[in-house]
């Protein structure tokens, strides 16, 4: 039975129950909890974030942890979640009761008797794949050598065991044996899949025989299969091993055809090519390829790990051409360094990128055929017209959106504040896109003084109770220029993954830029509402300085965009930016 079929048959049933069947069904899948704990965070996980398949559940483990230990988090969500929230608590303290076999993380790691083996296996077609996945992730050798023993006397090692016993090898640094599965997995392929002949570059790269990965990676180039940790890995180990000409040609091809440089690879970069040395033509070398590195930064929107950062100012102050200071730092609202004072680039839409957006998003969105699943042509075609003869707007409301910030005030008057402040106290041009429910709800939720006070002070339309507000929204800002704003808490993620790459990346810089979102309404003072963004959160330098966004783990809430900035300004004033 599927995961997803077990949790949909018991989750009505005593969270107890729930806690067998799923311990059962998580065993035969052979990725076993630590207790029975992480069965009822599966359940949790399953309920609140509609996951149907395994993929769907390891990617939620951050949710896991968040749901159970922080039951507050479900208070955001409806009833059911509540109930199933108050279920775990109440199961918590049964845990040691509960408690029976020890799992793979909490047992040393032994080698184990074919009798051993022969105990835990259940017949399920892949228990040796998922039970050396797991002992690769645990890093367990001697446990995992014994499974391929037991397979080679019982039914053989398949494919998929022995790469992922070759993962276990590479990830924990075991080198001979390594190479002997190199051996074993030669002898049952002509051809090495890709998964396998990526893990082997990152295995050999590590080792004297690092060039014996340059044949696997002109494989996967046969295969037209090369990722960017292909390149990453082969750059490190040459780099590690000192052929500095052949880094620099990697390097170089890397930028060429736009391959994402990851934090290992940035690293032995700076590492390796430094201006702390008397050689003038190294130093001239490694300027051009940390100036390369940092305008390839800049394109590709990278933000770099806190210890790459660290890597950065190391560079700069070994630098012997050059005084640079260098420490993290924060931004201004405004967009200026709270260390050197410059102010960051704007973050602007320029005429060509805006009209580009315009017509992907009337495209893709707008005239999209699945907008017709919740918008009838006609309203569509209605909605249009009125935009068309209508003045250009200032602000566009999602007006549902707007009304649903705080669940303790009336949604009518959320939305008559928000109105108000855009209208009246910043005298903007408004536009509020609203359900017909609105005009015909309970006065407890709709007051007709309210909404008749919104319809006064700006223009409104209300679409069919099933439409969809976004395409709406998106039309009428769009149409009204490059300068209209919108408000809304909505992130559109739907609608942008409709877009181009290229588009997408103007996209959200229009986003950011144009978007307000509603964050508390007070009573008797103005909303508080978060502003658009006006400075470009991207690795940008003047003649004297560099300012570099910096992924330290915490994210703006709303953009996902770095708070911790790395400041670099020179010192002397007599040379320019490297």
């Not at 109930?83 to 047992?107: H, R, S």
């Not at 040393?108 to 002992?135: A, N, Q």
């Not at 999209?368 to 918008?375: E, G, I």
């Not at 300085?545 to 809430?557: A, C, F, R, T, Y």
């Amino acid at each position: 039975m599927a995961l997803s079929s077990v949790c949909a048959q018991h989750l009505k049933q005593p969270v107890k129950l729930c806690l067998q069947s799923l311990t059962k069904e998580w065993s035969t899948l052979f990725l076993p909890p630590q207790h029975y704990v992480t069965s009822v965070q599966l359940v949790t996980c399953l309920h609140t974030s509609s996951c149907t398949t395994m993929a769907d559940v390891r990617g939620k483990g951050k949710l896991f942890r968040q749901s159970f230990n922080k039951p507050e988090w479900f208070r955001k969500n409806n009833q059911n979640k509540k109930i199933i929230a108050k279920k775990v608590q109440e199961v918590v303290p049964k845990l040691p009761e509960l408690e029976t076999n020890p799992t793979f993380a909490e047992e040393p790691d032994v080698y184990l008797s074919e009798v051993e083996w022969e105990k835990r296996y259940t017949k399920h077609p892949r228990f040796f794949i998922g039970v050396m996945g797991r002992l690769a992730q645990l890093g367990h050798l001697q446990k995992a050598k014994s499974l391929l023993h037991y397979m080679d006397k019982t039914c053989g090692a398949t494919e998929a065991v022995l790469h992922n016993f070759l993962v276990l090898c590479v990830r924990h640094d075991h080198i001979d044996e390594m190479f002997e599965t190199y051996q074993k997995i030669v002898k049952m392929h002509d051809n090495i899949p890709a998964a396998t002949l990526s893990i082997l570059i990152e295995g050999f790269c590590k080792t004297e025989s690092w060039r014996e990965s340059l044949k696997f990676f002109e494989q996967l180039k046969t295969y037209d299969l090369i990722k960017s940790k292909d390149y990453c890995k082969l750059l490190c180990g040459a780099l590690r091993h000192g052929d500095l000409q052949f880094g620099q040609e990697l390097f170089n091809e890397m930028i060429n055809k736009r391959a994402r440089i990851q934090d290992d690879a940035m690293k032995a970069i700076l590492q390796t090519f430094h201006c702390d040395t008397e050689d003038k033509h190294f130093r001239q070398t490694s300027k051009e390829i940390i100036n390369k590195l940092l305008f390839y930064m800049r394109e590709e929107i990278i933000y770099p790990s806190k210890e790459v950062a660290d890597e950065f100012i190391s560079w700069f102050e070994r630098n012997q051409d050059q005084d640079w200071t260098a420490g993290y730092t924060k931004v201004t609202e405004s967009g200026k360094c709270r260390q050197c004072h410059t102010q960051l680039e704007n973050l602007t839409i320029s005429d060509y990128e805006f009209q580009q957006i315009h017509n992907e998003v009337m495209e893709k969105v707008i005239k999209s055929k699945d907008v017709f699943l919740n918008t009838s042509p006609e309203e569509l075609k209605v909605y249009r017209q009125f935009i068309d003869q209508s003045e250009p707007y200032d602000i566009v409301i999602d007006g549902l959106n707007a009304a649903h910030i705080d669940p303790y005030t009336n949604k009518s008057e959320q939305l008559r504040q928000i109105v108000v402040y855009f209208a009246e106290e910043l005298r903007q041009r408004v536009l509020v896109i609203g359900r017909r429910h609105m005009l015909h709800g309970s006065k407890k939720d709709w007051s007709p003084y309210n909404m008749k006070w919104i319809r006064d002070i700006a223009d409104c339309f209300f679409a069919d109770n099933v439409s969809k507000d976004d395409p709406f929204l998106l039309y009428a800002t769009l149409h009204s220029g490059n300068r209209a704003m919108y408000v809304s808490r909505d992130m559109m993620r739907d609608h942008r993954a409709l877009l181009t790459p290229q588009t997408l990346q103007s996209f959200l810089k229009w986003q950011r830029s144009h978007q307000y979102v509603p964050v508390q309404i007070r009573r008797n003072r103005a909303p508080v509402i978060q502003r658009p963004l006006v400075y470009d959160t991207i690795t940008q330098s003047n003649k004297r300085s560099w300012h570099i966004p910096v992924h330290d783990g915490l994210l703006h809430e709303q953009w996902k965009l770095p708070h911790l900035w790395l400041c670099v300004t020179e010192s002397n004033d007599t040379h320019t930016v490297l």
